[in-house]
């Protein structure tokens, strides 16, 4: 039995399966995720009819996406994670988007909104596995519509992009991506690192940083 939560999204999700069963899916808007999170995997696992003793693995979605809630799930995962003694992943939000499209579509642009007028993309070809057909970038909506005739998969995609795709360009929006998470991750194997949640995938710094101290004036 897994758990899988995504913090990082504009769609807050709790997800729990068993072998191939979705047992329970739970989400909110970002705004509850701080308060709610704890809340919300009390719900998943009541509706599984479990405890947080019958898992045998855990998952967290890491950004790129909202700064605050990526920290969030990743500390609350990890908490877990050593209470429990369980296997812990930590697995890209763009790949789990790109998990998301219908598998009839051979290459898919995962995209998250970067905010000031930009997205996180990453191309991905689609066969047995995702195969990233290299790294994620920080394009404006004018790039992405260049990319066009594309799938596009992401959270909002529709307003943001539709004024800059070309005809036969697809756009998916899709739901919750726990359960997205727990199609591809839903037992724990050899390669499953729970270091991995102690990397978060920002993409790029935050817009705040720590200020410097003004220097002080030297006395005669």
């Given amino acids: 039995m897994v758990l899988a939560i995504d913090t990082s999204s504009p769609i807050v ?5 068993c072998g191939t069963k979705l047992l329970a899916s739970i989400a909110a808007s970002t705004q509850r995720s701080s308060r709610e999170l704890l809340r919300m995997i009390d719900r ?13 693995g855990l998952v967290a979605l890491r950004g790129p996406g909202s700064f605050t809630g990526i920290r969030i799930g990743l500390g609350t995962i990890y908490g ?3 209470a429990l003694d369980i296997p812990a992943q930590g697995v890209s939000t763009l790949e ?30 689609i066969g047995g596995h995702r195969d990233s057909l290299g790294p994620p970038r920080c394009l404006s909506p004018e790039s992405i519509g260049e990319m066009s ?13 539709g004024p800059f795709v070309s005809r036969g ?3 998916i929006e899709p739901a919750s991506l726990a359960p997205v998470a727990l199609l591809h991750w839903s037992e724990p194997g050899p390669d499953w690192n729970p270091q991995t949640l102690t990397e978060p995938l920002y993409c790029r710094q935050a817009a705040a940083t720590e200020q410097r101290k003004a220097p ?5």
């Fill in 169 to 171: 360009t697809t756009m």
């Fill in 80 to 82: 877990l994670h050593q």
């Fill in 44 to 56: 998943a696992l009541s509706q599984a009819k479990a405890t947080v003793h019958d898992l045998d």
């Fill in 96 to 125: 789990v988007l790109a998990a998301a499209a219908p598998k009839q579509h051979r290459t898919v642009v995962a995209a998250v909104n970067a905010q000031r007028g930009e997205w996180f993309v990453e191309s991905f070809e």
């Fill in 13 to 17: 999700g709790v997800a729990v399966r």
């Fill in 216 to 220: 002080q004036d030297s006395k005669a």
């Fill in 149 to 161: 005739p594309a799938v596009i998969v992401g959270h909002g995609v529709h307003d943001a992009l």
